[in-house]
């Protein structure tokens, strides 16, 4: 008989691991230098960052020590997984979205920022692939 462990992740685990994950590329920096910093290693990271370990009380204190942030800027307003929030964790992973975020905060003028979405958009939608019927 397998009893089921009350410690597995939750849907809140991994949104903690989404901001963990989006802080740190936003700093940028890596996962060994994070693992370092709170005396893990990178895997480990990895498995707080994808939610599928989850990050104690003690740890979560300095995770936020080495990124700078206070201990609720993981939790902010806790939202359902999916839509906006997602999408923006997601782009704050990825190297390329960050530049785009940067370019876009750099703009001093909302005729700028258009101009930077506009492009944005037009590139990806050239390149999109198209959806099956």
Do not use: W
């Not at 949104?15 to 996962?31: C, K, P, T």
């Not at 370092?36 to 707080?48: H, L, N, R, W």
């Not at 960050?98 to 370019?103: L, T």
């Amino acid at each position: 008989m397998q009893i089921k462990s009350n410690k597995a992740a939750t849907d809140i685990d991994v949104r903690i691991g989404q901001r963990i994950a989006a802080l740190r590329v936003n700093r940028r920096m890596s996962q060994t230098e994070l693992g370092t910093a709170i005396g893990v290693t990178f895997q480990q990271v990895q498995k707080y960052e994808k939610g599928r370990n989850r990050v104690g009380g003690g740890r979560l204190q300095q995770i936020a020590t080495a990124l700078g942030v206070r201990v609720s800027d993981f939790y902010g307003d806790e939202q359902p997984a999916g839509g906006d929030a997602t999408v923006v964790f997601d782009l704050l992973r990825d190297p390329h979205g960050i530049r785009i975020a940067r370019a876009l905060q750099s703009a001093n003028s909302a005729e700028a920022r258009n101009a930077i979405v506009g492009v944005v958009e037009a590139v990806a939608s050239s390149f999109a692939r198209p959806v099956a019927a």
